[in-house]
T-cell receptor
Framework: AQSVTQLGSHVSVSEGALVLLRCNYS??????LFWYVQYPNQGLQLLLK??????LVKGINGFEAEFKKSETSFHLTKPSAHMSDAAEYFC???????????FGTGTQLKVEL | DTAVSQTPKYLVTQMGNDKSIKCEQN?????MYWYKQDSKKFLKIMFS???????INETVPNRFSPKSPDKAHLNLHINSLELGDSAVYFC???????????????FGQGTRLTVV
């Protein structure tokens, strides 16, 4: 079965510092991977996705992620954190024959002055 | 224009009541979903419909009954509400699953259900 694991339920960074949110996947077939962001009291918004092709994927708000098959990872990064990045971040993999998203447990990002 | 809209946004009700949450999408997608987010923010799929047909039912109690009158709507009816049903329920839609790159799901704003 395909799944994703997010390491670190809480990550705290200083404004301007590098953001690194970790996601590892488990899949016997080439995975489709996603990062979503959830701001307080809101729905989920797609940040970026990896399906096929280029392994470095750029998303919205300056985020990017790199698909590394050898490490079974899809970590999310942003060079310089902004206060507005504080939110819950979810990694997800497309499963069920492409019929559903299976989410990781989420990482809450806190950005401090 | 709201892509995926669900109503109501907040729902407070007593145990034992029956309630419904409505969802509509105007994206032309043929697949719709209900997800449940618990108090620890964990997201789990409940149901998936493709062109009005149920394709995923993730061992959800049969007190939960989804209904899809057409491919733009997926409503969730809950009978005999229990305290443990308190959660945020998200509706989502996407193009048909399977191969292809356009498989991301678009989510509604959520319905916060509180059972007292």
């Amino acid at each position: 079965a395909q799944s994703v694991t997010q390491l670190g339920s809480h990550v705290s960074v200083s404004e301007g510092a590098l953001v690194l949110l970790r996601c590892n996947y488990s899949s016997s077939v080439p995975p489709y991977l996603f990062w979503y962001v959830q701001y307080p009291n809101q729905g989920l918004q797609l940040l970026l996705k990896y399906t096929t092709g280029a392994t470095l994927v750029k998303g919205i708000n300056g985020f990017e992620a790199e698909f590394k098959k050898s490490e079974t990872s899809f970590h999310l990064t942003k060079p310089s954190a902004h206060m507005s990045d504080a939110a819950e971040y979810f990694c997800a993999v497309l499963t069920g024959g492409g019929n559903k998203l299976t989410f990781g447990t989420g990482t809450q990002l806190k950005v401090e002055l | 224009d709201t892509a995926v809209s669900q109503t109501p946004k907040y729902l407070v009700t007593q145990m034992g009541n029956d309630k419904s949450i409505k969802c509509e999408q105007n994206l032309g997608h043929d697949t719709m979903y209900w997800y449940k987010q618990d108090s620890k923010k964990f997201l789990k799929i409940m149901f998936s419909y493709n062109n009005k047909e149920l394709i995923i039912n993730e061992t959800v109690p049969n007190r939960f009954s989804p209904k899809s009158p057409d491919k733009a709507h997926l409503n969730l009816h809950i009978n005999s509400l229990e305290l443990g049903d308190s959660a945020v329920y998200f509706c989502a839609s996407s193009l048909a699953g399977g191969a292809g790159g356009n498989t991301e799901a678009f989510f509604g704003q959520g319905t916060r259900l509180t059972v007292v």
